[in-house]
Nanobody, 126 residues
Framework: QVQLIESGGGLVQAGGSLRLSCAAS????????MGWFRQTPGKEREFVAG????????RYADSVKGRFTISRDTDKNTAYLQMNSLKPEDTGVYYC???????????????????WGQGTQVSVSS
């Protein structure tokens, strides 16, 4: 059974940093795109960042470009999201996801992703 476990969320002041991790088990996703999404109450889930199987190509939402960095360690079956210069509007539940159909193209559509974690809360105070 595939499981994606996120960790690293928490409460931080504006301008601070957090590093999220997503550990996959029950399958290997070294050849798949991995992504991060977030959701806040009353809003639709939105794409944050994605990385190709090799880790060499990434894609970011405009709102996080220059502040967030996605990476992956294929040997550890883990993806990371380094979040710097956090803003109150970054608050939300962050989910990692795997697109088992793609390896070199990062899509921003949630339905394109097949496996999802349970989410980790990120709260940024002003």
């Amino acid at each position: 059974q595939v499981q994606l476990i996120e960790s690293g969320g928490g409460l931080v002041q504006a301008g601070g940093s957090l590093r999220l991790s997503c550990a996959a088990s029950g399958g290997t996703f070294g050849s798949n795109v991995m992504g991060w999404f977030r959701q806040t109450p009353g809003k639709e889930r939105e794409f944050v960042a994605g990385v190709t199987w090799s880790g060499r190509a990434t894609r970011y939402a405009d709102s996080v470009k220059g502040r967030f960095t996605i990476s992956r360690d294929t040997d550890k079956n883990t993806a990371y999201l380094q979040m710097n210069s956090l803003k109150p509007e970054d608050t939300g539940v962050y989910y990692c996801a795997v697109d088992r159909h793609r390896s070199t193209l990062v899509t921003t559509r949630g339905p394109d992703y097949d496996y999802w974690g349970q989410g980790t809360q990120v709260s940024v105070s002003s």
